[in-house]
């Protein structure tokens, strides 16, 4: 008798997210069968030369097959989708989730495909870089870091605590929450943090007066941490900001607001508003550092990627 929690695990996505899963799964016995599936062979091909799965599939239905866990590792936008291709193949009593920066599009997406015989609950590590496709993941990936719940009502509490312990065996934190809250606080913690990021970088390469060497060879730390965010992966982030509109938006707003209050303090010579800004936020800093959440992750995560992977 088998004494991992799952027999078979489908991985729908290879890429960091799957692949990183994949080295878990394997790293701490969370299953007997890791079944792989991608979109195109190429990507499947890499999976298999790095010894990802032990199957591999580009028929998602296929591989989904007799599995009792399945998770969805593609971008947001793709979920609905796949949830089509899937649904006729799931197993009855099935684990089906996800890792989505998005909760509640993904849902909307793909509730309305699953049928009533499967347990559908999705998640969201909150770990990751700006590295994607099957070369970029690494087992270490989600220790110590988050990973989010947001079961629908009514959802099996058995199902969502297999789910729970699965993460935990990844080496992740877990904490469930509706998928509204998720969405609100994703945005302002992650989201537009993105977005801003993208936009400095694009700013600055557009600039006429200063040209891009003095860009390179004068940017700051600072600068260059924006510059590693701005190159994460262009599919994942589009997909993210058409799906959590709403929130993003509404985040964006009240950014725009005090952006401009700080904008009106330096026209004005208005001393006192900065630093009392600045003396906040630097006490939010410290408090991260305190509770030992300042890893240097993305550092970790660049010794073990092998370079963005434009199309995986
Ligand atoms: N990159 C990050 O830092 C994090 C990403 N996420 C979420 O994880 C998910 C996957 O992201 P990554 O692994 O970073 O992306 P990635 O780009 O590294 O990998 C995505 C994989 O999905 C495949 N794919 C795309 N569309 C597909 C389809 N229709 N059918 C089958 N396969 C398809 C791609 O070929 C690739 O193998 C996204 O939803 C993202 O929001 C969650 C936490 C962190
Ligand atoms: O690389 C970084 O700094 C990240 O912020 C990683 C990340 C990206 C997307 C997520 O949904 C969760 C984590």
Sequence with gaps: MSEAPFARVALIGIGLIGSSLAHNIRAHRLADHIAITTRRAETLARAAELGLGDSYHLDAAEAVRGADLVILCVPVGSCGAVSKEIAAALEPGAIVSDVGSVKGSVIQQMQPNLPAHIHFVPAHPIAGTEQSGPDAGFRELFENRWCILTPVEGTDPQAVERLKRFWEGCGSNVEVMTAE?????????SHVPHLIAYNIVGTAAD??????????????SGFRDFTRIAASDPTMWRDVFLHNREAVLEMLARFSEDLATLQRAIRWGDGDTLFELFTRTRAIRRGIVEAGQDTAQPDFGREHGRGPKDET
Excluded: M, N, R, Y
């Excluded at 809250?181 to 913690?189: E, P």
């Design 181 to 189: 809250h998720h969405d609100l606080v994703l945005a302002i913690v």
């Design 207 to 220: 600039l006429e007066t200063v040209t891009q060497s003095e860009v390179v060879k004068f940017s700051a």
